[in-house]
């Protein structure tokens, strides 16, 4: 086990509602990306948290928004879902260093399908 | 935009044949890391690759990362039904600014016959 988890596992939303997606990150990890997987695809990046501001962005519109906490655990939230939203969602944690992003330690992930 | 592309998509062998997933950058790469995903779950680090002509060997996996840090491979030699997953690799990008976030492949998936 990774040490990360993420809440809730599955969900399903329908068109222009709005959802928040957590994750707790491993001890120790100071940082958080959120990825967006969709099915049969590699995961693409969303954005990263250092320390509770965003220091890296993916593609994605304003409406994917994201926040870290003080404990760096994370929240990564979408307005105004289109069905193109429905992916799987990973969180990693991981410590950056001077070399790069280091080893990235994924949860489970959450589901979403939007209807 | 930088792109990873990863083949073959799929590959399907009996058990105990070797596999190899190949992996080219339309740009130079700072490094290089693997990762695995069994299905239904989440991606899990094998290893990363950061010199030119790297070669690291974990058990009947072998990784290596090009001399012009632009393409990198993974062999696995006699698979095993244990093998059985989608093979991604993600790479950084050279640059200021480009070591927050990893690009990936679309990634391989192996089926094992018994």
């Known amino acids: 086990e990774t040490g990360v988890t993420q809440s809730p596992t599955h969900l399903i939303k329908t068109r222009g509602q709005q959802v928040t997606l957590r994750c707790s990150s491993q001890?120790?990890?100071?940082?958080v990306s959120w990825y967006q997987q969709a099915l049969g695809q590699g995961p693409q990046f969303i954005f990263q948290?250092?320390?509770?501001?965003?220091?890296g962005r993916g593609n994605f519109p304003p409406r994917f928004s994201g926040l870290q906490f003080p404990n760096y655990s994370s929240e990564l939230n979408v307005n105004a879902l289109e069905l193109d939203d429905s992916a799987l969602y990973l969180c990693?944690?991981?410590?950056?260093?001077?070399?790069?992003?280091?080893?990235?330690?994924f949860g489970e992930g959450s589901r979403l399908t939007v209807l | 935009g930088q792109q990873v592309m990863q083949i073959p998509q799929y590959q399907h062998v009996q058990e105990g044949e070797d596999f190899t997933t190949y992996c080219n950058s339309s740009?130079?790469?700072?490094?290089i890391q693997w990762y695995k995903q069994r299905p239904g779950g989440h991606p899990v680090f094998l290893i990363q690759?950061?010199?030119s002509g790297e070669v690291k060997k974990q058990k009947r996996l072998t990784f290596q990362f090009g001399e012009a840090k632009k393409n990198s491979s993974l062999h696995i030699t006699a698979t095993q039904t244990t093998d059985v997953g989608t093979y991604f690799c993600?790479?950084?990008?050279?640059?200021?600014?480009?070591?927050?976030?990893?690009?990936w492949g679309l990634g391989t998936s192996l089926a094992v016959n018994p």
């Open positions: 990693a944690s991981h410590h950056p260093s001077l070399g790069g992003t280091g080893e990235l330690f």
């Open positions: 001890s120790g990890h100071n940082t």
């Open positions: 993600a790479g950084q990008l050279l640059g200021a600014g480009n070591n927050r976030k990893l690009i």
């Open positions: 948290y250092y320390r509770e501001e965003e220091n």
């Open positions: 690759l950061v010199k």
């Open positions: 740009t130079t790469l700072s490094n």
